[in-house]
């Protein structure tokens, strides 16, 4: 089965909660939940720094084929959720090794946040055809088959913050 990786960079543009308390996030994608280590915001930003691996079968029924990431805030007998948001995942066109990093902006009642995260798709099982030939990449197909992947990605590095997506937004 296919195996994505996600890395949660950080949290920013929190609205509508006090940042005074510890942070957590969660991530979901057909039937699994992974969690973050609780972390507490530092200069108006949640900065998570954490690598999820996570199953993704693309053929799955379409409406599970979102990754939602939660901002959920901890309190001593209770917790809330601050916001949600999700990326259709089978509109993207991944590339094996291939960081794409995507900015999500999620909101949950009076409450916003803006995600900063990276997919990285590390095994999409058996290719069942061969890439173009002017190698360009096909959805879920390597440019190099006989390549393995390589992962590298620097926190330090990462280019200025993508555009704003939000599924839940109508306007472009």
Request: contains cysteine.
């Amino acid at each position: 089965m296919p195996v994505i990786e996600v890395f949660v960079i950080k949290a920013l543009d929190i609205r509508g909660v006090t940042l005074q308390k510890a942070f957590k996030v969660y991530l979901r994608l057909q039937q699994q939940c992974v969690c973050s280590e609780k972390t507490t915001e530092s200069g108006g930003e949640i900065y998570f720094r954490e690598k999820f691996r996570l199953n993704y079968d693309p053929n799955h029924y379409t409406r599970e084929n979102r990754l939602f990431v939660e901002l959920w805030k901890e309190s001593f007998l209770s917790n809330l959720c601050v916001c949600v948001a999700w990326v259709q995942l089978d509109t993207q066109n991944f590339v094996r090794g291939e960081p794409t990093t995507l900015s999500l902006r999620g909101r949950f009642e009076d409450s916003q946040a803006t995600f900063i995260v990276s997919i990285v798709p590390i095994d999409f099982g058996s290719v069942s055809q061969l890439p173009s030939q002017d190698e360009q990449p096909v959805l879920g197909i390597p440019i190099y088959i006989n390549n393995s992947p390589t992962v590298n990605c620097s926190f330090d590095n990462l280019p200025a913050v993508p555009p704003q997506y939000s599924p839940a937004d109508p306007s472009p």
